[in-house]
């Protein structure tokens, strides 16, 4: 097992006055659980300010196997930390909705594995990232902020919309901008004009066409997207995780 990690914290809860238990998205993907004692702050080590969350961490854990799941951190130190996104309420919900979200969608592990699931870890440095320059330019489009996050998470996780032809009646979406579409959840797609007259989801369905094709840096996350759009991939997203949308508490913070 490599001790060597780095990882970006997803939660984190004190336990026993000065130490924290927290979880951990790690590089390869894998989501886990670690003890840091004395992360909390205080005493000799006095590090508790380097644990934030969606701070990006290097960890050097305890090479003995987890104790019902938990491993133990030995040493740690901050990789990367964002400057600006405690500053904006809005960016630093932003900041918690991406974190829950990640931590609802991946499975905690107890062993540690060479490859897995890289591209999450992508997706959510990035979006951090992304959002923290976006809060130093006091820039926040919420509702741009979070459906691209989204986007890409379900790229990663192969639930995207279908963005290919019309779910119903099978005519040609790509490079046909000229005509409305209505996305549906429960058929993982877009319904053309004639097949859903109700239309209004041209501007979300280019979205996110830029989204699967252009990576996070060319995204524009400065555009301002009403938030009903957000609403139906919040609701999409909820839909094929099988997740209650009121457990993700973060979002009622925001929209
Ligand atoms: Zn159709």
């Not at 790690?26 to 508790?48: E, P, W």
């Not at 005519?171 to 996305?183: A, H, K, P």
């Not at 004639?194 to 996350?221: F, H, P, R, V």
């Amino acid at each position: 097992m490599s001790t060597s990690l780095s990882g970006i914290l997803l939660s984190k809860v004190l336990f026993k006055e000065r130490d924290i238990l927290a979880t951990l998205l790690l590089k390869n993907g894998q989501k886990i659980k670690v003890v840091f004692y004395g992360g909390a702050g205080g005493g000799s080590k006095k590090k508790g300010s380097t644990l934030e969350l969606g701070y990006s961490l290097k960890v050097e854990l305890v090479a003995r196997p987890p104790k019902e799941g938990l491993f133990t951190a030995k040493e740690w130190s901050v990789h990367w930390a964002h400057k600006f996104i405690r500053s904006d309420h809005q960016a630093f919900y932003l900041l918690c909705l991406f974190l829950e979200i990640i931590d609802h969608t991946s499975e905690l592990q107890v062993e540690i594995f060479d490859e897995f699931e890289e591209r999450l870890y992508l997706v959510l440095s990035n979006a951090l990232f992304y959002l923290d320059q976006a809060a130093g330019e006091k820039i926040i489009s919420k509702s741009n902020q979070f459906i691209s996050f989204a986007g890409k998470l379900m790229q990663v996780l192969g639930f995207a919309p279908d963005l290919s032809s019309c779910i119903t009646c099978g005519v040609n979406l790509q490079g046909v901008d000229s005509f409305e579409r209505r996305l549906s959840f429960e058929n993982g797609g877009f319904n053309c004009i004639l097949c859903d007259q109700e239309g209004g989801d041209l501007n979300l369905y280019q979205k996110l066409l830029s989204i699967k094709t252009e990576k996070y840096s060319a995204l524009d996350l400065k555009e301002v997207f009403p938030p009903h759009l957000a609403q139906k991939v919040f609701s999409y997203l909820c839909y094929q995780i099988q997740m209650e949308p009121k457990k993700i508490k973060s979002y009622s913070m925001l929209f």
